[in-house]
């Protein structure tokens, strides 16, 4: 046996961390957090940014689905409509197709939460209202955005999307 046995504690060398080395491991420990938590932000907001999108689109979708069996005459509709569903519910209630006696076509199984706001309720714009309107007129959808007032990460504002 080589190793070297302090007289007064009776301790080998190299047993333990010195103080030195706590404070160094615990600085480098810091500064790994430092980084790693904005990144990790950054990683649920772009997140969130991507199921925005996502519902967007498919609120958007099935608001063009809907559209089109309208102008096939496919649904029963108002003239004032312009061949709009009347809100997003009828989207997920379904509309009973022209010919069918019961069968309803449902364009939507849920309107999905805002991920931003964190509820279901969405802004929308009808077809009389102008394009950047922020209040919705009622009598159809023609669009939906997200009522929230954030900055995305690439400057624009959420409810521009």
């Known amino acids: 046996m080589n190793a070297r046995v302090s007289s007064t504690t009776g301790r080998r060398r ?4 010195t103080i030195v080395e706590l404070i160094a491991a615990i ?11 904005p990144m990790a932000r950054l990683q649920v907001q772009r997140t969130k ?10 609120l958007r979708q099935a608001i063009d689905r809907y559209k089109d ?15 709009y569903p009347p809100d997003l519910e009828t ?5 009973t197709l022209k010919g069918a006696a019961t069968a ?24 009389q209202d102008d394009p950047d309107s922020r209040s919705w007129g009622g ?8 009522k929230s007032f954030g900055t995305a990460l690439d400057g624009t504002k959420y409810g521009d999307w």
């Open 69 to 83: 069996f309208a102008d096939r005459g496919m649904i029963p509709t108002n003239a004032d409509s312009f061949g």
């Open 49 to 58: 940014e991507t199921e925005l999108r996502r519902d967007l689109r498919d």
């Open 139 to 146: 009598g159809n959808v023609f669009d939906v955005y997200s």
């Open 91 to 95: 989207l997920v209630k379904g509309v």
């Open 104 to 127: 309803k076509y449902k364009f939507l199984r849920r309107i999905p939460v805002d991920p931003m706001t964190g509820e279901v309720d969405w802004g929308l714009r009808s077809m």
């Open 14 to 17: 190299g047993d333990g961390f």
């Open 27 to 37: 600085t480098i420990l810091l500064i790994l957090t430092a980084v790693a938590l």
